[in-house]
Structure formats: C-alpha cells, structure tokens
Nanobody
C-alpha cells in the first residue's frame, strides 16, 4: 500500500520561508518523477514544481513561472523524501500543497507539460501554507 505524507506547512509572514517535506512508502521512491501541486479554495490545481527520477537521461527540474527563483525542489532517495524550499513567500502562495508521484516508474519523458497532475497517481493529503501580508 502506497502512503504519501506531506508536512511542514504553517503560517508565515510575507517574505518569509517554509520548507515542505513529503515522505513516501510502499513504492520505489527513486523510480518516479515527483511533483508539488497546490490548490486554493475556488481555484484550479496548479503544478508548482517537478523533479525527474534519479538516473533519468535528462536530469532536471521544472518550476511554474509563479515560483521560479523563489522555490527549490529536491529529493533524498535514501530517506524516500521530497522537499520544497519556499523563500520570499507571498500572500498569493497561500494554498494547500500536495506532493505526488508520477504513475509510471522510470518514465522516459521529462516532467509532464502542462504539469496538471493528470499523470500523477500517488497523492498525499496535503499541508496548508498560509502567508499573511
């Protein structure tokens, strides 16, 4: 049984930082692309960032324009953990944040574009991030 658990959310003032973590079990963590998504009430889900599986022919990451230069995605395969370092937070970053694994092990493509979540099968319950102005 696959389990995915996010943590690290909270309340922070604008300009501050938060670090989110996502720990998974029940799957080959290092064999999947992983991504962070967010969804605020009344808004569509937004793909925030993605990182390809370790050993992919084209190592890389993807960031939405809205977070580029402020957020950093990383992974620690030894700990089965995905991270999202969020700096210079803005009130517009307020949302529920989810991590998810791509449905296909050793997917040959890069991070899906658009990063809309439709190719991701294993999701956590989310962690709330609130940025006050």
């Amino acid at each position: 049984q696959v389990q995915v658990v996010e943590s690290g959310g909270g309340l922070v003032q604008a300009g501050g930082s938060l670090s989110l973590s996502c720990t998974a079990s029940g799957l080959s963590f290092d064999a999947h692309h992983w991504a962070w998504f967010r969804q605020a009430p009344g808004k569509e889900r937004e793909g925030v960032s993605c990182i390809v599986w370790t050993g992919h022919s084209t190592p890389g990451t993807y960031y939405a324009d809205s977070v580029k230069g402020r957020f950093t995605i990383s992974r620690d395969n030894a700990k089965n953990t995905l991270y999202l370092q969020m700096n210079s937070l803005e009130p517009e970053d307020t949302s529920m944040y989810y991590c998810a694994a791509h449905r296909t092990r050793y997917y040959v493509g890069g991070c899906p574009r658009p990063l809309d979540g439709t190719e991701f099968a294993y999701w956590g319950q989310g962690t709330q991030v609130t940025v006050s102005s």
